[in-house]
């Protein structure tokens, strides 16, 4: 019995505080709470890059997505293609320019950054796709630098609860996603001339590209996003990182 009471006891103190000292803890009413929600990150930014394994924060140098299955027909496009082991390097260098949270009664966010520089390296396999009058068939390896990267992400989240904790979990994200300049290369296994022309292609106008396949890069960001998001938030209560007023900040 007293082992059990014991071990019972240090599961609770465990979950007392799993956030680290360093992670920012803002007041709900403070009226300037954007700012000190990116002080806070901006405090965080080093460890960012390799992550902090301790709250599930994913490291972003590189930042990995293991698979991404992509299926959409639009105007000029018909794409269906799996993505794997792709890595972006370059994420941590992301500048907040514009944070806005609406916390009366809800958790509501927008929130618009600049990369100046991505560089992504992937595998692919496309099939049974088809973009402008392109065959963009294959499988292989590819790698971009896209340059002058705008994010803009408007989300709202909920609070959860589990294990007697209230956390916030990203219920809807939209995004909308710039990129100023793009170049790729690409290893293509199966179909190597088809895949230079469509580089040569995509080089040299990477713009019209982009755009057809914008709406694409929209979506996939958000589901990224709130991805990333979602798996921070879920290791962290509210009450962690969001103090009432009646209990000093951290
Ligand atoms: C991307 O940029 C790096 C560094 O400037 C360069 O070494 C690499 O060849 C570039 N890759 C592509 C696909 O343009």
Do not use: W
């Not at 009366?104 to 692919?124: D, H, Q």
């Not at 896209?146 to 803009?152: A, K, P, R």
């Not at 209230?166 to 790729?184: C, F, G, P, T």
């Amino acid at each position: 019995m007293k082992v059990i009471l014991v071990f019972l006891f240090c599961v609770v103190c465990a979950y007392a505080r799993v956030t680290p000292d360093y992670f920012p803890s803002c007041k709900r009413s403070d009226p300037q709470i954007e700012k000190c929600v990116l002080d806070g990150l901006e405090a965080m930014r080093p460890r960012l890059r390799e992550g902090i394994p301790d709250v599930n924060i994913p490291a972003l140098e590189p930042f990995t997505v293991p698979t991404l299955k992509l299926d959409r027909t639009a105007p000029n496009l018909r794409l269906k293609a799996t993505v794997k082991n792709a890595k972006a390097y370059g994420g941590s260098d992301f500048k907040i320019e514009k944070l806005k949270l609406n916390l009366n009664n809800k958790y509501a966010g927008e929130l618009k950054l600049t990369l100046p520089r991505l560089m992504v390296v992937a595998n692919y396999d496309v099939k049974g796709s088809r973009l402008l009058v392109l065959d963009i068939n294959g499988k292989g390896r590819l790698r971009g630098n896209f340059t002058g990267i705008t994010v803009l992400a408007k989300g709202i989240a909920k609070p959860i609860s589990r294990d007697g904790a209230e956390y916030l979990q990203v219920d809807k994200i939209v995004s909308k996603v710039r990129i100023n300049h793009a170049h790729i290369a690409i290893d293509d296994s199966e179909r190597p001339q088809a895949a230079a022309s469509a580089v040569s292609f995509f080089n040299a106008s990477p713009n019209v590209v982009l755009d057809i396949l914008n709406p694409l890069i929209e979506e996939t960001a958000a589901a990224v996003i709130k991805a990333f998001v979602n798996k921070v938030l879920g290791s962290i209560p509210i009450n962690e990182v969001l103090t009432d007023d009646d209990t000093p900040a951290a």
